[in-house]
């Protein structure tokens, strides 16, 4: 089904004649069975993911309807909610983000890139601004390939997060951009779940890397050789080509800067955490060993290395004191086991931090920016199976996002609503800063958890003991996860605004305190690999000035997303709230059960109520009087008065009466959408009246000026050649006598043939060759000359009847007389034409200054006997005398000849009035 306007149910949630979550769920349902993802409630846009591509839904014909348009005058959109950020970001002045969430799987990465594709597509085409659009667009399949992965609720989950600035001039359009990435999964680099795959690059490299990459990387071509990948057995994601994503992912790299050098670097340490995966490890004696020296060569040849220093480094750690450094052998093969998954990840991590280094490189610009428009595309609630420590800071961000949406829609709009003395119906709604704090707050999770990190002998299980003691009574905190259903460990429960969590506390202080041991960092800084060296550059020079211990990663994670919601909090959010219709990632099915959670969780029945109970739009006085003040010819075109007082006779005079409007303390507050929808059709269609109006005036001051100067052309051109008529020489010059500016069927006629522009109509009288005379109207436009035959009766609809068509290309010149006559004839390529015209000579200028225009001189003859062709090429001749009792209107005619007789005129040195004077001749230039 092609992509349509919605009809099958309202287009904005507020709207709903039953206000409940019943009533909510019916909507999604019925507009999902019919293929339209999106809806509205107010300003806020719900997208539920279709799990296949819907035709026309992101067609350049789709995005053509929603430039300059308002959000409601097409049906839900992305692209909708995309036009108001760029409108208001360029109207307001004012920098704007975009905060989209839901659940893995929901479809936030795809509707970010669609938000970006947006704004690329309404940008300018000017070089500079061509080329940061392509950085921003090129730079998604460049950060998905490494950073995001195959979950078993999402094919391209993104397994990290991203807030990307594309930065704006004060034209509005894009010079740069900045991205910020947070918490990448590093475990997932080492182990995944069951039906999971690890990052894309590594199967893209696999699958299409060249043969001599093959090679030198040592690859084989086959995941299942590598220990990272084979344990899940899952390789192949449905409809994804690893080999095509590969070369896209290259294409990605090129246009970011990076040499055919570099990215080579940058992918034989990519095929490093492959190799380092497949070392095992044993026993021998008191020590461990590596098991097989090939593979130990091969880590070795892609980290620069040789194999006994990379299994020294695996398996001995280094103790270092104030008088002597010790390298001791591990004992144990999980020890071991735990050194070479810590440098896997370390690597990628680092690796993946270069690539979002270089790629802002790329988009940096040397001088801030007035403006930007912020995307945050970060990953979604998460309730697995087993449940880490990364779940717990990945929920922990979607908490805070949660908290920033009621923070930033529901309590702003009732404290605003307080502020302003306007009535208001209080909402109950969710609060989940209890939650937030709970992680985050000193003495709480993250604290404890850092506060374990620092003894010795703190372990998962005496961290597990700590919270469990000290957080029994937060309303939050569920201190025996065994009661979870499918749980299995040890653990504790957190109750989160999309429900109870079930986390495992196993690896939870390894995890916060990503140790990168000495050894490790040793290895990286004595290899001859530049790429690897570079990356471990910072944490060898901490290591060698300090010796206290780095910060957690916990800490670090709470610091970025406090920096997060300070830049949220510093432009204006719009919102898009992402939904997932069912677990199996299945097209076309609804799973009332996951639905209904969702649409409970993200409070859209409180949003919906807010809207309802409050008001759709509102403005402070004096921008609500600016906005609107062409709405009535009392505040049109300057109100000197109270802004308030001006914003009530608008109101009068629109109309609008009763609860329909609010009055602030300091702001006017109007409350259905359907209102706003009427006072914006109005204001633009009183925008267009003003806009018409300054058209026509500077139309006018244009045509004058052109035929003030044809006047002064026409002196030129027939002084001293033609004698002049004493009713026309200071005629004023005005070009269509016929008004067919606003003629529809003149219109019609040169819509037709393409013409923009008419340069002169008039009435005529047209001699045939049997010397009938015949009225007729002409047209010169920028590109024809029409012979029209005007068939309009008295009080009926135009009827212009086009007899010939001819290119002004055609014309070859104009002859004239000697004498003060009404007579021309107009020569053509085929055959001819013979006038009597009053205005003859403007008609000849006109042409004349037309050629010009087009490079061309008109030849114009000046003859008191003119010779013409007619239709046949049959040569006729029409003879001018002096006669000063004739009247120049008529004429007789015998045989191949016409005979003109005509009184004397004016002097042919005559000259009219010229009230035109040009710019280089006036006075003071």
């Known amino acids: 089904m092609a992509y349509r306007p919605h009809k099958n149910a309202v287009d904005d949630l507020v709207l709903l004649s039953d206000v409940s979550e019943k009533g909510i769920y019916k909507a999604l349902e019925k507009h999902y069975s019919n293929e339209e993802i999106y809806v509205y409630i107010g300003d806020v846009l719900l997208a539920v993911n279709p799990y296949k591509m819907i035709k026309g839904l992101y067609s350049p014909a789709t995005l053509a309807k929603y430039p300059g348009r308002f959000l409601f005058d097409n049906a839900p959109h992305v692209y909708a909610t995309s036009n108001t950020v760029v409108r208001n970001m360029r109207s307001d002045r004012e920098s704007q983000c975009v905060i989209i969430s839901g659940e893995s799987g929901a479809g936030k990465t795809e509707t970010a890139k669609k938000v970006m594709e947006y704004v690329s597509a309404v940008s300018s085409n000017a070089a500079e601004v061509e080329r940061t659009k392509s950085l921003i667009l090129e730079s998604n399949p460049l950060l998905e390939a490494f950073g995001n992965a195959k979950t078993v609720r999402n094919n391209n989950s993104s397994r990290f997060g991203k807030y990307f600035e594309i930065q704006f001039d004060h034209a509005g359009d894009p010079r740069g951009g900045k991205i910020t990435n947070y918490l990448l999964e590093k475990s997932r680099i080492v182990g995944q779940s069951k039906d999971e795959r690890n990052f894309h690059i590594f199967y893209q490299l696999i699958k299409g890397a060249s043969a001599q990459m093959q090679k030198e990387f040592q690859l084989g071509g086959k995941p299942e050789e590598f220990a990272y990948l084979n344990k899940t057995g899952c390789y192949k994601v449905d409809n994804v080509n690893d080999q095509k994503e590969f070369a896209d992912t290259q294409h990605a790299m090129q246009v970011v800067g990076m040499s055919a050098q570099e990215q080579t670097e940058v992918f034989r340490l990519v095929a490093a955490v492959l190799h380092i995966g497949n070392v095992a490890f044993k026993k021998d004696g008191n020590k461990v060993v590596a098991e097989n020296r090939a593979v130990l060569k091969q880590v070795a ?22 008088r002597e450094t ?6 144990h093969t999980e020890d071991a086991v735990y050194s070479r998954d810590s440098l896997a990840k370390a690597i990628y991590a680092r690796l993946f931090d270069h690539i979002v280094a270089v790629t802002n490189t790329s988009m940096k610009l040397e001088a801030e920016t007035p403006f930007v428009i912020g995307v945050l595309d970060i990953y979604g609630f998460e309730i697995f199976d087993s449940n880490s420590f990364e779940q717990l800071c990945i929920n922990f961000v979607n908490e805070k996002l949660q908290q920033i949406f009621i923070e930033l829609t529901l309590k702003k709009e009732q404290d605003e609503y307080v502020a302003e003395g306007i009535k208001w119906q209080n909402i109950n709604y969710y609060n989940n800063l209890p939650c937030c704090e709970l992680v985050e707050k000193r003495g709480m999770l993250l604290s404890l958890l850092d506060e374990e990190c620092l003894f010795p002998k703190g372990t998962d299980a005496s961290f597990l003991d700590k919270i469990q003691g000290a957080l029994a009574s937060h309303p939050n905190f569920g201190k025996d996860a065994k009661q979870s259903k499918g749980f299995k460990g040890k653990g504790f429960v957190v109750k989160h605004f999309a429900g109870d969590v079930a986390y495992d506390v196993a690896g939870f202080l390894d995890k916060n305190k990503d140790q990168l041991l000495p050894d490790l960092v040793a290895l990286a800084m004595e290899s001859s690999n530049g790429l690897l060296k570079q990356l471990f550059q910072e944490d060898h020079e901490r290591m060698q000035v300090s010796k206290k211990k780095p910060v957690t990663a916990g800490f670090h994670f709470k610091q970025q997303v406090q920096l997060l919601m300070d830049a949220l909090k510093a432009c204006v959010p719009h919102y898009i709230r992402c939904i997932k219709p069912n677990e199996q990632k299945r097209a076309g099915v609804i799973e009332k059960e996951s639905l209904e959670r969702q649409i409970k969780y993200l409070g859209l029945l409180e949003n919906v109520k807010v809207r309802r109970a409050g008001y759709a739009f509102r403005l402070p006085y004096d921008r609500f009087l600016r906005r609107y003040k062409m709405l009535s010819s009392e505040t049109w075109p300057m109100w000197t008065g109270d802004a308030r007082a001006g914003c009530e006779i608008l109101v009068k005079a629109m109309g609008i009466k009763g609860e329909e409007i609010g009055w602030g303390k300091s702001k006017v507050f109007v409350k259905s959408p359907e209102t706003v929808f009427t006072l914006e059709s109005k204001r633009e269609e009183g925008l267009a009246v003003v806009v018409t109006m300054i058209q026509r005036c500077y139309r006018s001051f244009a045509s004058r000026k052109w035929y003030l100067q044809l006047k002064t052309v026409m002196q030129g051109i027939f002084q001293g050649k033609k004698q002049r008529r004493k009713d026309t020489l200071n005629r004023t010059y005005h070009g269509d006598y016929l008004t067919w500016k606003i003629n529809k069927g003149a219109q019609a006629i040169m819509a037709s043939s393409g013409d923009k522009k008419i340069i002169f109509s008039d009435a005529v009288l047209k001699v045939n060759r049997k010397w009938k005379g015949q009225p007729r109207k002409v047209l010169l436009t920028d590109q024809h000359l029409y012979n029209v035959e005007d068939k309009t009766k008295k009080g009926g609809p135009p009827a212009l009847k086009v007899k010939r068509v001819v290119p002004v290309a055609s014309i070859t010149g104009v002859s ?110």
């Not at 892609?302 to 104030?322: C, F, Q, R």
């Open 816 to 925: 004239v007389s000697q004498l003060a006559d009404p007579w021309i004839v107009i020569h053509i390529a085929d055959y001819d034409y013979l006038y009597r015209l009053k205005r003859k000579t403007e008609l000849c200028v006109a042409l004349s200054e037309h050629f010009k225009g087009m490079g061309k001189t008109l030849n114009i003859n000046f003859s008191n006997s003119i010779q013409f062709a007619i239709k046949g090429k049959k040569k006729m001749t029409v003879e001018f005398k002096s006669d000063a009792a004739a009247d120049p209107s008529v004429f007789k005619a015998k045989g191949s000849t016409m005979t003109v007789g005509v009184p004397d005129g004016l002097d042919a040195m005559s000259a009219p009035r010229v009230t035109y004077v040009p710019m280089s001749e006036r006075r003071g230039r």
């Open 301 to 322: 040849a892609m980290v620069g290395s040789t194999d006994a220093k990379v299994e020294a480094a695996l398996t001995h750690k280094t103790i270092k004191s104030v």
């Open 326 to 331: 010790i390298q001791s052998p591990l004992e």
